[in-house]
T-cell receptor
């Protein structure tokens, strides 16, 4: 399977702990996105990278959140000092950007975070 | 501010019937309108997409109708099957802006 891979699938943590999620995009895709999805809602944009450059961050992304994409390959999303409101599904997606049109976003199956 | 408004929130359709989900948008810069299908425990998967230079796109049992002047687009699922039961999201994107999603429609197809 050469789709978008996310790890772990599930994470339960206590409030105040730090957590880190990993995303491996489709290999030839140069753009990588992080979204957050809560129950009964559509995915909400958090941030995205083109290659290794982080191009945009949503106002939803507080200072406790940080994302990296070293060498433009896999990406990590870290949440420091987790809060119960951080409980959600964290989705990663990737796409190939080329002029003039972008390819569609391909999503992974997400990491479900539960903060107790 | 909801950039893409989706309705209905939930939908129950008899097997063999037509499922219709509607979306409306405000940003006229949007130039790509995909629909995603999501099953429980899975990420959204691209179902079908349309660009605003066409009014309709059909792929198998799935059709997108697009009304540029009304800034509306809809998904029609013909001959709905129990396996189509899922949550459907409309979305929109322009240039280099991130994809924005509607809130989703939970479809249940009953036999």
């Amino acid at each position: 399977d050469t789709g978008v891979s996310q790890d772990p699938r599930h994470k339960i943590t206590k409030r105040g702990q730090n957590v880190t999620f990993r995303c491996d995009p489709i290999s030839e895709h140069n753009r990588l996105y992080w979204y957050r999805q809560t129950l009964g809602q559509g995915p909400e944009f958090l941030t995205y990278f083109q290659n290794e450059a982080q191009l945009e961050k949503s106002r939803l992304l507080s200072d406790r959140f940080s994302a990296e994409r070293p060498k433009g390959s896999f990406s990590t999303l870290e949440i420091q000092r987790t809060e119960q409101g951080d409980s959600a599904m964290y989705l990663c997606a990737s796409s190939l950007v080329s002029t003039p049109n972008n390819s569609p976003l391909h999503f992974g199956n997400g990491t479900r975070l539960t903060v107790t | 501010q909801q950039q893409v408004k989706q309705s209905p929130q939930s939908l129950i359709v008899q097997k063999g019937g037509i499922s219709i989900i509607n979306c409306a948008y405000e940003n006229t810069a949007f130039d790509y309108f995909p629909w995603y299908q999501q099953f429980p425990g899975k990420g959204p998967a691209l179902l079908i997409a349309i660009r605003p230079d066409v009014s309709e796109k059909k792929e198998g049992r799935f059709t997108i109708s697009f009304n540029k002047s009304a800034k509306q687009f809809s998904l029609h699922i013909m001959d709905s099957q129990p396996g189509d039961s899922a949550t459907y999201f409309c979305a929109a994107i322009s240039g280099n802006t991130p994809l924005v999603f509607g809130k989703g429609t939970r479809l249940s197809v009953i036999a």
